[in-house]
């Protein structure tokens, strides 16, 4: 059988995610998102569509690279204002049975003994749909906001990083043993028995902690785990730690090198090339008719803030394309901040790329697959990109709220069923066991985190 593709809404909790000014369309309801209702729509129709989850993207900060400032930020709502994700994702969990969330959340500002509580908490809330997108903060404007006076430099983030996880592990994973929670009723019988439960003792370079899991274990222990970073230590880090990977890429070589790197990771790790799922970011646009997905496409391109885009590009790169004109070609500069989206912007086959190129809404400003036409124009491209690349499926980007994904519900998902290329029904179970058919709801044995567990 054809390999099922794995789908996720890519969405932020900001009046503008992956393109700047899509929230000034006439039909986007994009500046509801300080409401309940709106996520759980945006839940109900990514259940109705059988995706896996929605993926919840997260900056905890503000993009004040571009002109030195935030002015371009704030005018375009470059997800600024942004508000917290977790939050959301209890109203979505109780409108919906199946659907998982992977919420993004940056260690570098929490600890571990924290925040191990409230993702068993969100675990439980979900019954056991709750991912992590380990993230470590790169922005300067978070550094000074938390008190300090410069994030960490790139690779000492992920130092941080594997000794947040091995906290973190010790936590979810060994602090209770099974069976420790009796709930007994009768008299003189435990709650907990408090032989099955653990101290845990960390002595890190970067965290220190000493005391118990405040939350019982969740129906899967540790959350499902999510990683986006794509540099060569980020790689690493993914395929050491990640169940899933979100990926981008201009071109099927690049991503197909990507996918290849991680899953070396994944092996050099102890783990199986496959014990990741790998999603790509894109961009897809989808009517009944090739013309009419034509026309959606240069309709939304009318409301694309240049100035917004360019300050989620510096953003993201470190670089101030205020000081470059539109048509200067990018130049690769080693920075601090996401050194992927530098490599790919500027170390991509063909001719060199542009500011201007950036802010197109078209393939080249997509940062991935852009994809416009009819179901099985879009179908086609996008069993393309996974049988040429090796992906196992796409986060798709954030448009115009709610039709792009009700249009990709409506009209792709039974194009892609057709074909026998996507599910036509859940399978049973906690995120991990519906993302890997036949396991168990706790980490793979293989995996770092489960060496942990206690027994």
Request: charged share 20%; aromatic share 10%; with cysteine.
């Given at each position: ?136 903060g790169y922005l300067e404007s978070t ?97 050491k730690h990640a169940e899933c990977v ?63 885009q360019l300050a989620l590009l510096s ?141």
């Amino acid at each position: 059988m054809s390999q099922h593709i794995h789908l996720n809404a890519f969405h932020m909790n900001t009046p503008a995610h992956s393109w700047a000014g899509l929230w000034r369309h006439p039909r986007d309801r994009s500046v509801e998102h300080r409401s309940l209702d709106y996520w759980v729509d945006l839940a109900v129709t990514a259940e109705r569509g059988l995706f896996d989850g929605v993926f919840l993207a997260d900056v905890f900060g503000i993009y004040d690279v571009y002109g030195g400032g935030v002015d371009a930020t704030l005018f375009a709502g470059s997800q600024a204002p942004s508000h917290d994700p977790m939050l959301t994702v209890p109203a979505m969990a109780h409108a919906t049975k199946h659907l998982g969330f992977g919420v993004t959340a940056n260690l570098t500002y929490e600890h571990p003994y924290q925040f191990t509580r409230r993702f068993s908490t969100l675990d439980h809330l979900t019954g056991g749909r709750a991912g992590w997108n380990v993230v470590t903060g790169y922005l300067e404007s978070t550094a000074r906001g938390m008190g300090q006076t410069q994030a960490r430099e790139h690779d000492a983030r992920y130092a941080a990083g594997e000794d947040f996880l091995e906290a973190a592990y010790k936590l979810w994973e060994g602090s209770w043993a099974e069976g420790a929670v009796r709930r007994d009723r009768r008299a003189g019988q435990p709650y907990t028995d408090p032989t099955r439960i653990r101290r845990v003792v960390h002595n890190g370079p970067y965290y220190q902690v000493d005391g118990f899991n405040l939350a019982d274990p969740s129906p899967q222990r540790t959350p499902v785990l999510y990683q986006a970073g794509a540099s060569g230590r980020g790689k690493a880090f993914a395929g050491k730690h990640a169940e899933c990977v979100f990926l981008e890429g201009q071109t099927p070589a690049i991503v197909a090198q990507a996918a290849r790197d991680i899953r070396q990771h994944a092996v050099d790790a102890g783990r199986g090339a496959h014990d990741v799922l790998l999603y790509l970011g894109a961009t897809v646009i989808v009517a009944p008719t090739s013309a009419e997905a034509r026309d959606l496409q240069a309709e939304y391109a009318q409301y694309v803030d240049v100035q917004g885009q360019l300050a989620l590009l510096s953003g993201w790169t470190g670089i101030d394309f205020s000081k470059l004109d539109l048509d200067q070609p990018i130049e690769y500069v080693k920075s601090n901040a996401l050194q992927s989206t530098v490599e790919n912007l500027t170390r991509r086959a063909g001719r060199p790329i542009t500011p201007r190129d950036m802010t197109r809404f078209d393939q080249t400003g997509g940062r991935g697959p852009f994809i416009v036409g009819d179901p099985r124009e879009v179908a086609d491209q996008l069993i393309a990109w996974v049988d040429e690349t090796g992906v196992d499926g796409f986060n798709l980007r954030r448009l115009v709220v709610p039709e792009t994904l009700q249009g990709f519900v409506d009209l792709v998902v039974p194009e892609l069923q057709n074909r026998g290329r996507y599910r036509t029904e859940y399978a049973p179970g906690t995120l991990r066991e519906k993302l890997f058919a036949g396991r168990g709801p706790y980490l793979e044995a293989s995996h770092p985190g489960a060496q942990y567990r206690a027994l």
